[in-house]
């Protein structure tokens, strides 16, 4: 069993069907965790429903693209749990405006949502990783996952921002990586998750039709997973804990797929 009993995480995006799952999976472990949501509102809500499991984690409200918003949570999670040694950089998403479709070809994707996509994504993983990455740095102790996406490494119909977005969320992983172990030492890690098809609120509009059918595009990827089914969140926690945990020491700059062998299978 991992041990993260003297550990204090941050997980972005902390209220969303992954992001609570990364919370449950490292209380479970020990962890004292402090969940992050986009309001006090949805940190509070989502950190009730794990109670309801026998969890406690700590609720704050944080955007990740306000640094003065992520700064203040930093401070009351000093005061109320420590200095943070685990960030998982769970806030992203998609939005559809961004994404091309049968009515909506690539000349009309909305600039603005593309705008919005990639400052979720990158720009908020990057913002956090500063705010809370310090401790880790100062302390030349810790992990920092990101999530990306199998999106990042084979680039699929429609969802043009969001590949482009997690792509960036890689490079980012693997540069940061050498950075913090170049002038922090080996201590500091830094990996990315890459799930493969997990059905979320922010896909299903790609995965099902109103009916509640599996949409042609649904098909085509169970078509091309080998396992032959969506993940399930679950699926998710133990790379983390691995991740997160001693186990790893020797893993930074890695991008861990959990795919279902998506990324593997060539059709053929």
Same mark, same amino acid.
Request: glycine residues 10%; aromatic residues 8%; proline residues 3%.
């Given at each position: ?12 995006? +902390? ?13 479970? $472990? ?16 989502? $950190? ?6 026998? *969890? ?8 990740? *693209? ?15 749990? +420590? ?11 998609? &939005?559809?405006?961004g994404s091309s479709a049968p009515d909506r070809t690539f000349f009309q994707i909305d600039m603005e949502a593309v705008q919005y996509v990639m400052d979720l994504n990158f720009h908020g993983t990057v913002l956090a990783s500063q705010v809370f990455g310090q401790d880790i740095a100062d302390a030349r102790q810790g992990s ?31 540069? *940061? ?11 500091? &890690?830094?990996? $990315?998750?890459?799930? +493969? ?55 930074? +700059? ?15």
């Open positions: 069993m991992t041990d993260l009993s003297k550990e204090i995480a941050v997980v972005t995006g +902390g209220s969303g069907v992954l992001g609570k799952h990364f919370c449950a999976a490292m209380a479970r $472990a020990g962890a004292k965790v402090a969940l992050l949501g986009s309001s006090q509102q949805s940190a509070e809500t989502a $950190a009730a429903q794990l109670f309801e499991q026998g *969890l406690t984690v700590y609720p704050y409200a944080a955007n990740v *693209l306000d640094r003065d918003s992520l700064e203040s949570a930093r401070v009351l999670i000093h005061k109320d749990l +420590g200095n943070i040694s685990i960030l998982v950089n769970g806030a992203g998403g998609n &939005r559809p405006l920092i996952i990101n999530i990306s996406s199998m999106a990042a490494e084979r680039p699929m119909t429609r969802v043009a921002s969001y590949a482009a977005a997690k792509a960036a969320v890689e490079n980012f992983t693997k540069w *940061l990586a050498t950075h913090l172990a170049l002038e922090f030492g080996s201590g500091v &890690r830094v990996n $990315a998750i890459a799930p +493969g098809f997990f059905s979320t609120e922010q896909n299903k509009y790609l995965l099902f039709n109103p009916d509640g059918s599996s949409t042609e595009r649904a098909q085509s990827i169970l078509n091309h997973t080998p396992q032959g089914r969506f993940g399930n969140p679950e699926d998710l926690e133990s790379a983390l804990l691995w991740l997160v945990s001693s186990e790893s020491k020797f893993v930074t +700059g890695s991008i861990i797929k959990v795919d279902g062998g998506f990324g593997a299978f060539t059709g053929v």
